[in-house]
């Protein structure tokens, strides 16, 4: 039986004494995309989220969750930090500021705490599947949970279907 890894987001969680289920998955960038993650982790598909970050003009970070198979509404994500205009970080800053790579991204764990956004149709849900930190990684946890150690809040983040 192979060593579980622990990773900075699964160690924020036991820090905060947060129950969570690990699972692990294979494969690439380009054929693994979210829908295909829980179908092979059995995991139904609107609990699984991406983490997208995001940066206003004075170069502040935010941070958003939102369902895979939605798209970020920038206009409705600037006007849940206040902001007038946000712009998506660029791929090749992401490591810099969060110290996660594109894919493999988690709102939890980041180097530091930025303001943090849960699409509001999700908080319907009790639990949501997010980025384990590391490429192959992904934890479901209760919403409420994520909520409270990210400081996070419900918005409305996405484009209309």
Known sequence: MGKQVKTNAMR???ANKVSYEAFHYYGNEENTDGTLVARMNQRDVKLVHK???AKSAK???YVFIIPITRELDLKKAALATG???IEMLPHKDLQKYTG???GGCS???MKKLFPTFL???SSE???VIVSGGKKGHIIELDIADLLRVVNGQPAHLVKEA
């Open 107 to 109: 709102p939890l764990g």
């Open 59 to 61: 170069n502040e970070l």
């Open 125 to 127: 849900q009790n639990k």
């Open 119 to 121: 699409e509001q149709s």
């Open 83 to 85: 902001e007038k205009k």
């Open 100 to 102: 996660y790579l594109k």
């Open 51 to 53: 983490t997208l970050v």
């Open 12 to 14: 924020l969680l036991d």
